[in-house]
C-alpha cells in the first residue's frame, strides 16, 4: 500500500509549543486554588490520561438524517481508511486506543490482516456491534417486520447466525465482546405481540449467548423507538435488565445515552444499573429531542457530569463488577467527524475529572443531616470547576495535542485526504 498523509508526533510537539506557556500557567493556577482544598492537581491528572473511550468505525464518515446526507471531501472509503482516520483522532487526543467495528458495514475481507493494520497504528478491537436492522444485497430473508423477534423462525436464524458471525470475525480481531441493538418492534398498535416478541427475543439471545467464548460479554442496547416508531421490543432498560439477567452473567446493559425519551434522567438509571451488577457501559453521544448522535456534552452538559458523578462514585466505593465500556456513538451531519470525535472525547475527560472533584464527604454529610442546598452546591461546585488545563496537559504529556482541534486544522489533513481517497459519492440519504 502506498504511504498515506499521517501526523507526525513531531509536527504535534511543535504546535503544542504555541500554546505550552500559557497552559502551565494556568496549570499552576489550578494546581494551587485545588491545593487549598486539598486536592491534588497530579492525580486528577493521572485520571484524566486513564480515562478510554472507544471510537466507532462508522463515526468517522460524515453522518446524515432522513432527508439528507452532505458527503465531506475525503471521506474514508472502506475500513482500512477508517482506521486512518481514527488512528489521526487517537493520536491527536490519546484517549482512544480502540475502535468498535461495525457488521457488515465494516466486514473485513481478511480480519487478521485488519488487526495487524490496527496494531501498527496502536489501536485494538472494542465491542463488535451486529447489524440486523437493514437488508444486505446477498440476504435471503428480510428484516423487514424484525431480526431476532420475527414471527417466522427462518429469520431469526438468519439474524441469530449473523450476530455469531460476528463473534467469529470479533475472535480474529481480538474484541471481547458483542453489542446488539436490534430495531424490531413495530409502527403501529397492535403490530407485534409485546410478549411473545419478547419470548422471542430471549430466545434467539440464548443461542447467541451460548456462542460467546468464556472472557466475551454480551451487552444488550435498548432504545424505545425508532426506527419502529410505536414501540421496540427492548424498549427500555428494566426490560433490557430482565433479559441480561435471564441470559447471565456474561450478559449486561449497554446505555445509549440518545435512547431515552427528553428528561428521562439517566443518570438514576446508570446508578440502578451499577447497583445491580448489570452496567455494561455506554454509548455517548447528546440529544435534544430523540436519538440525535450530537456531540457528547454539546447538549447537556450537567448531565453528562452527572453521569460521571455515578460512574465516579462506583470506581471510588468499589462496587463490584463494576467495570464498564466507554465508547462514543454519534453522527456528524455537518462537522468533520475527526474534530467532533476529538471534542466529544475530551468532553468525557473532562466531565470524568469534575466528577473526581467531586468533595464526596461533604456531599454525604450534606445527604445524611437533610440538606438539599449544600448537596446540590457540592456538585455544582466541582462541574463548575474549568479543568481544561487539567485534560490539556494529560493529553500532552501522552504525546497528544494541547488543542487537537487547531492541530489537526493546522496540518491540512483534511486537504490531504481529499486528495488521496478522490472524490465522494453523491448525497445519499442514511443514518450514517
Ligand atoms: C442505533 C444504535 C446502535 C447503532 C446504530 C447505528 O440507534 O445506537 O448502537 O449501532 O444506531
Ligand atoms: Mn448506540
Ligand atoms: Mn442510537
Known amino acids: 500500500m502506498e504511504k498515506h498523509f499521517e ?3 513531531a509536527f504535534i510537539a511543535e504546535q503544542n509549543l504555541k500554546a505550552r506557556a500559557e497552559v502551565a500557567e494556568d496549570y499552576e493556577h489550578l494546581a494551587k486554588r485545588l491545593h487549598r482544598k486539598n486536592v491534588d492537581i ?4 493521572a485520571k484524566a490520561q486513564a480515562l ?5 468505525s462508522w463515526g468517522v464518515g460524515t453522518g446524515g438524517t432522513r432527508f439528507a446526507r452532505f458527503p465531506q471531501q475525503g471521506e474514508p472509503r472502506d475500513v ?8 489521526t483522532v487517537f493520536k491527536l487526543v490519546r484517549s482512544t486506543p480502540s475502535v468498535s467495528l461495525h457488521i457488515p458495514w ?8 485488519l488487526r495487524r493494520f490496527a496494531r501498527e497504528r496502536g489501536l485494538h478491537f472494542d465491542a463488535m456491534n451486529s447489524n440486523t436492522f437493514q437488508d444486505q444485497d446477498d440476504q435471503e430473508l428480510s428484516y423487514k417486520f424484525g431480526s431476532l423477534t420475527h414471527p417466522d423462525a427462518a429469520v431469526r436464524r438468519q439474524a441469530v447466525e449473523h450476530n455469531i458471525e460476528c463473534i467469529e470475525i470479533g475472535k480474529v480481531l481480538g474484541s471481547k465482546a458483542l453489542t446488539v441493538w436490534i430495531a424490531d418492534g413495530g409502527n403501529f398498535p397492535g403490530q407485534f405481540h409485546p410478549r411473545r416478541a419478547l419470548e422471542r427475543y430471549l430466545e434467539s439471545m440464548h443461542v447467541i449467548y451460548k456462542a460467546l467464548p468464556d472472557n466475551w460479554r454480551v451487552f444488550l442496547e435498548h432504545k424505545l423507538y425508532e426506527p419502529a416508531f410505536y414501540s421496540t421490543v427492548i424498549n427500555d432498560w428494566g426490560t433490557s435488565y430482565y433479559c441480561a439477567r435471564e441470559l447471565g452473567s456474561k450478559a449486561a446493559c449497554l446505555v445509549d445515552l440518545g435512547h431515552h425519551a427528553p428528561n428521562v434522567n439517566i443518570e438514576m438509571i446508570v446508578a440502578r444499573l451499577i447497583q445491580l451488577g448489570k452496567l455494561a457501559g455506554f454509548h455517548f453521544n447528546d440529544s435534544k429531542y430523540g436519538d440525535d448522535d450530537l456531540d457528547a456534552g454539546s447538549i447537556k452538559p450537567f448531565q453528562l457530569f452527572l453521569i460521571f458523578n455515578e460512574l465516579v462514585d462506583a470506581e471510588l466505593s468499589a462496587v463490584p463488577h463494576f467495570d464498564p465500556c466507554y465508547m462514543l456513538d454519534q453522527s456528524h451531519n455537518v462537522t468533520d467527524p475527526i474534530e467532533s470525535l476529538m471534542v466529544s472525547a475530551s468532553e468525557l475527560v473532562r466531565a470524568y475529572v469534575q466528577a473526581h472533584l467531586v468533595d ?3 456531599l454525604t454529610e450534606a445527604q445524611e443531616k437533610c440538606d438539599p442546598l449544600m448537596a446540590l452546591a457540592t456538585l455544582k461546585e466541582a462541574f463548575t470547576a474549568d479543568v481544561t488545563p487539567i485534560v490539556a496537559v494529560a493529553r500532552e504529556r501522552m504525546g497528544g495535542a494541547i488543542d487537537p482541534v487547531a492541530t489537526y486544522r493546522a496540518s491540512g489533513y483534511r486537504k490531504q485526504k481529499a486528495a488521496e481517497r478522490g472524490a465522494v459519492a453523491a448525497s445519499l440519504t442514511g443514518i450514517v
Open 7 to 9: 501526523i507526525e508526533d
Open 106 to 113: 465494516d466486514k473485513p475481507d481478511d480480519p487478521a490482516t
Open 80 to 87: 482500512y481508511e477508517k482506521l486512518e482516520d481514527c488512528a
Open 52 to 56: 478510554q473511550v472507544a471510537i466507532p
Open 42 to 45: 497530579e492525580n486528577l491528572t
Open 360 to 362: 464526596r464527604q461533604a
